[in-house]
């Protein structure tokens, strides 16, 4: 009911080193430097998948509309017809300052 996660099952890319049968006390202070899996791993988020999209004439927006003219009893009637169709994608967009990973363990300010 949640939803859907953001980490594939199996991965966690924040554990420690420590984490495989040791004390959950020992290298707690690493645990944020060390990372397994991959070394070059960090906390940050530099880039992000944009939400905009280009249209055949090269403009950029969330979502496109064309505006259809409807004559019904002889009344004119002007609606907007949303565009799906040809939309290419922004793609990954990189942030102007880094964001704190969304799955980092950490509780960063307590209340």
């Known amino acids: ?15 420690s080193s420590a984490a495989g049968g040791e004390a959950p006390g020992e290298g707690s202070e690493q645990c944020l430097a060390r990372l397994r899996g991959s070394k070059n791993a960090t906390p940050f988020v530099f880039t992000r998948r944009s939400s905009l999209y280009f249209d ?16 019904k009893n002889g009344r004119k009637k002007a609606k907007l017809k949303r565009i799906q169709k040809n939309l ?4 990954i967009v990189k942030l102007d300052h880094p964001r704190i990973h969304v799955d980092f363990p950490v509780i960063l300010c307590e209340i």
């Not at 055949?56 to 004559?71: R, S």
């Open 1 to 15: 009911m949640g939803g859907s996660g953001s980490k594939p099952k199996g991965v966690w890319p924040f554990t």
């Open 56 to 71: 055949e004439d090269g403009d950029l927006a969330h979502e496109f509309y064309e505006e259809t003219v409807v004559t």
């Open 88 to 91: 290419i994608p922004q793609g």
